[in-house]
């Protein structure tokens, strides 16, 4: 079977030798071998028969496809930076098999016809894509859309991207979607205080010149906007929280069984606004790199169950607009692709492989009310294989996505993924 190329999972293949990580399963942390036929996990144990394609898995892990709460692609208006083949592919070689898309595109994906494209898009795919709605027309965070009729066509969820809204029209929505049971996603950032900054303020970066986004933006928000969540006794979820005061805010919410999740970047778990210093476009990305205290909360918040998912928050620009000086390159980095080798290299000494599939695999499809995938006889094939002491280049060779913004272009990272199953396909990677 040739790499890179998807096909359908027609007669038996055999995994050989991996690690299975697969909460509940009666094999999760055994080593043992898995047979697929016909899209489903014919037998788990060790297997002597011969198949059709062996897929070597040692020093690998066998787990559930991971699912990515928030990643942007562009079509229609925006193909030249993602368009959903690409985005397929970038995900499935991430280790992905679901991922979840913005609207703030232009044009913004705010009407039941576009949420319906996206699905015919990306119907029999081996990555399932579940397009979240606009929550405002155009993202503009004024008029509420037609959440309903989005709803109806396929929409998983309604988000403003990066625009933040006010209050009076959050409570709106919240009330709004309670009676078909729907999510809100929230960016929660004041503009009067972010004040169209670039970085985060402190000692770090008073030195550089840039206008400063503080963290006060943010948290202050979160308070807000989970008190509105109580009065209205909807569900929100806050989107890549970089705050400590945001965490236990979020964690004082759930001690009192108010219905809020939310999530962290993959970025934010890894770097502080030190490295800023280097002016590189690619870290500019939104909410701003904080400070190790706040990366340090960030990582328990993982740890104890505070925060519910990590996300790659992946959001690719075309060098004509990325490569500009600082202050006017857009916020953004493609993290997709790189999520688990960013996770294996970087964090695996602090967050271990069982909450890492917790938080990157089953949380956002228990968030989005989505079937939960598990590594069990009969069950159908939604698994990826990733070698965990391979070194691979991330270089523009490697990368699947139609952009290039990702500080990491050019680097050696370690952990990758070999081998993707879902919805009766596979790819050997």
């Known amino acids: 079977m040739e790499k890179n190329i998807t096909s359908r999972s027609s007669g038996s293949i055999l995994i050989k030798n991996g ?31 011969k198949c059709d394609l062996e897929i070597d898995a ?15 692609q562009g079509e229609p208006g925006e193909e030249q930076n993602e368009d959903i083949n690409s985005l397929i592919n970038t995900a499935v070689s991430g280790g992905f ?12 994906i705010q009407t039941k016809a576009q949420i319906e494209f996206l699905l015919r898009k990306s119907e029999n795919k081996i990555v399932d894509i579940s397009p979240l709605g606009a929550l405002t027309v155009n993202c503009e965070g004024k008029e509420l859309s037609e959440m309903y009729e989005m709803h109806a066509g396929g929409a998983i969820g309604f988000s403003n991207g990066n625009n933040p809204v006010n209050y009076g029209t959050l409570q709106r929505a919240l009330l709004y979607v309670k009676d078909f049971d729907g999510l809100i996603f929230s960016h929660a950032e004041d503009k009067n205080l972010s004040n169209n900054g670039t970085v985060n303020e402190s000692k770090n970066t008073v030195s550089l010149g840039l ?27 806050f989107s890549h929280l970089s705050s400590a005061k945001s965490v236990e805010l979020i964690r004082k919410a759930k001690s009192e069984k108010i219905k809020v999740t939310s999530d962290v970047s993959i970025l934010h778990l890894i770097y502080t606004d030190e490295i800023m210093q280097n002016f590189d476009s690619n870290l500019k990305i939104m909410p ?4 190790e205290t706040d990366r340090q909360a960030l990582i328990d918040g993982i740890n104890d ?61 228990k968030i989005l009310n989505l079937p ?16 965990t002491d391979e070194n691979w280049e991330f270089n523009k060779q490697s990368n699947h996505s139609l952009s290039t913004n990702s500080h990491f272009l050019g680097k050696t990272l370690k952990g990758k993924c070999v081998f993707v199953a879902n919805n009766n396909f596979i790819r050997k990677l």
Request: proline fraction near 7%; hydrophobic fraction near 40%.
């Open 211 to 237: 206008k400063f986004f503080p963290d006060i933006a943010e948290f202050t928000q979160v308070a807000s906007q989970i008190e509105i969540a109580k009065y209205t006794d909807s569900k929100i979820h």
């Open 305 to 365: 169950g505070t925060i519910d998912c990590i996300i790659s928050d992946h959001n690719p620009h075309s060098p004509e607009t990325k490569l500009v000086e600082f202050n006017f390159s857009p916020f953004g980095a493609i993290t997709l692709q790189i999520l688990y080798s960013l996770y294996n290299q970087f964090l695996s000494d602090k967050i271990d492989i069982d909450t890492f599939i917790k938080v990157a695999s089953i949380n956002p499809r």
């Open 288 to 291: 701003p790199l904080r400070n």
């Open 372 to 387: 939960l995938p598990q590594i069990n006889e009969k069950m159908p094939a939604n698994l990826v294989v990733f070698n």
């Open 19 to 49: 690690k299975i990580i697969s909460a509940g399963s009666p094999f999760n942390k055994k080593t043992t071998d898995i047979l697929l036929k016909n899209g489903k996990i014919e037998k788990i144990g060790k297997i002597k028969t």
């Open 58 to 72: 040692l020093n690998c892990i066998i787990t559930t496809g991971l699912f990515d709460l928030r990643c942007k």
């Open 97 to 108: 098999t679901g991922v979840a898309t913005l609207p703030d595109i232009n044009p913004a």
